[in-house]
Every structure is written in C-alpha cells, then in structure tokens.
C-alpha cells in the first residue's frame, strides 16, 4: 500500500509471489518511490508473474510519458505488464503534484484516448495543442497491451467499460459489485462492444493473522486509514451506496485522536471492503469476493509488516492450484 517505502521488501514480495503462483503483482504510485522504475526491476527478478501499475494517474504524467513508460515495462517483462490508471484523489493530485483536480472522467478519457493510440504506434490525438504538428513514438507497437482503470462513480465506470480491459476499484463494497457491472455493461454498450466486458478486479485490502482479534485490529486500521485520512473522496464514494451512518460512525471514533477504530456499528465495513481473519476466515471472504464476481482480486498489502508476515499472508492466500 501507499505508506510501505521499502524498496527492498516491494521487489521481495514480487519475487515471492512470483514463486508461490499469484497471478500479478500490482504497484501503486503515490508519493514514495516511481513504480515504473520499480516494476522494471521487478520484472528482470520475476519469470512468470504479471506486473502493473495499481494504479498511475492521469495527473502525474503526460499520456506520452505514461505510453513510453508501459512500452519500455512490457518490453523489459516480456510482454508481462498491464498499465492500470485512474484519478488518483484531489489531496494527492492538489497537494503533491500542485495541479487542480477538475473535470477527472474527461481527463481519464483523454489520457487513455491518447495512450492508446501512442501504443498502436499512431500519432497523438492531440487535444490541448490541436495546432501542433502531433507525434508518435519511436518504439515498437505495443497494440494488445491491456488497460485497467480505477474507478468508483457511475460515469467513471461507465468510462471504464467503454475502453479499458480490467476494472480496478478501491474501497468498493463487495455487495455493490453487481451494479458496478451493469454499469460495466452501459459502457461496453456505449463502446459499441456490448460483448466484450473488462476484468473485474478490485483492489482490496489483506490482513491475515492467527489472532482474529489481531486480524480485525489491521482491517480496523485499513478502513480507517482511508476514510480519516486520505480525504473525502471514499467518504462520498461509500456514502453514495449506503454506507453514510457507518462512515460517520468511523469518523466519529477517530475524531480526537487517529486510533484505526472501527466501531461495532461500522462492522459492515470491515465484511464489505477488507478480506481478513485466520487463514481459513481470510480464505472465506476472499471466495466471497470471487462468488460477487470479482475475477482478480488484488490483495492490499499492510505497511511495515517484518518478511515473516509478509510470507504468512501470501502463503495463507495463495491460488489453491499453486498450493
């Protein structure tokens, strides 16, 4: 997650989840070290395993720079990356990258729009400067490679079933997933691809421990973490599908003081967003999320866990054909 910088530890977990079967290995970029140097290095250390970005935004980088930077990525990996993309929050894109945060679905729309095109090996379709002579790149095309987008809002998911390959909401309850691909289906119908949805596949967080009480405590943490302190955007969003008395109630139990409370009349949120427990409790909500539809669950990992947790936690969630 955001707030682990140890760099050593990201390129270790790639490597053992590369050796224990997972499917891909997800990398968000917020205000630590840049993802992409870090997939690159992850992806001559890994044989097998898929890497991407979970997420990039689309204010840090020009779609140029984000479509030279997936190039060089799946040719380094062999043709093993994904680029994930997606909004980001106002407090990070306002208070790091100095940009205001307005209109973000058009913006989303117009970077994917040009990444896309960058990555066919076309030109540019400039949008900003239409007057300029536009450019393309001067590597290899890399046409296939799947896009995911991050996205909560009706429109922006909509968005996503329009043009992306994979869908990769945060902090997304599990129960609202079906109407996230109705919306998915609007989308791909807009596209003109009724047939053809994205792979659903939600980031969410992880805590396993043999301790429930323990296990708790770190989910506890995760949903607080994001609702006192990352802004208003997963306040709104959970608010929007009928989680608002139990939001306030988070907001209300870290009102003194940040502690990672979830009071007992929040516990919905922790069954809705957190796969935790014992390894038998954390495998059970983990089906829980397949059983919704979700496709690929990306598993958000603590901060400052010692390698002993983090090998725990990937061996106690490990694909069941690679046990």
Request: with cysteine.
């Amino acid at each position: 997650m955001p707030l682990e910088n140890r760099r050593d530890v990201l390129l270790s977990l790639a490597t053992a989840a590369d050796r224990l079967g997972y499917d891909g290995y997800f990398l968000p970029e917020t205000w630590a070290y840049d993802t992409t140097v870090l997939l690159a290095e992850a992806a001559v250390k890994t044989e097998r395993i898929t890497l991407g970005t979970g997420i990039l935004s689309v204010w840090n980088r020009s779609a140029a720079t984000i479509a030279m930077a997936a190039a060089t990525l799946a040719s380094v990996s062999g043709g093993r990356f994904v680029l994930g993309l997606g909004a980001s929050t106002p407090q990070l894109t306002e208070g790091l990258h100095d940009l205001p945060y307005t209109a973000p679905v058009p913006r989303m729309r117009r970077t994917l729009e040009q990444v896309r095109a960058l990555l066919r090996g076309e030109r540019i379709p400039l949008a900003v400067t239409s007057g300029a002579r536009p450019l393309k790149l001067n590597v290899p095309a890399v046409p296939d490679l799947p896009i995911y987008l991050a996205a909560l809002g009706d429109a922006s998911v909509r968005l996503t079933g329009e043009l992306a390959d994979g869908w990769t909401p945060f902090l997304y309850p599990r129960r609202c997933l079906a109407d996230g691909v109705e919306r998915l289906r609007e989308g791909a119908a807009r596209g003109r691809r009724p047939e053809r949805l994205p792979i659903v596949a939600p980031s969410v967080p992880a805590v396993v421990s043999d301790d429930p009480a323990k296990a708790r405590e770190g989910a506890a943490w995760f949903v607080a973490f994001y609702l006192v302190s990352m802004g208003t955007l997963y306040r709104q969003s959970l608010a929007r599908q009928g989680f608002g008395k139990a939001v306030e109630a988070v907001l209300a139990a870290n009102a003194r003081k940040f502690a990672g409370l979830v009071p007992p009349d929040a516990e919905e949120l922790l069954e809705e967003l957190i796969v935790f427990g014992t390894p038998v409790e954390a495998r059970r909500r983990l089906a829980r999320w397949h059983e919704a539809g979700a496709a690929l669950p990306i598993l958000l990992m603590r901060p400052n866990l010692s390698g002993e947790e983090l090998e725990y936690t990937l061996d106690a969630l490990r694909p069941r054909d690679a046990a």
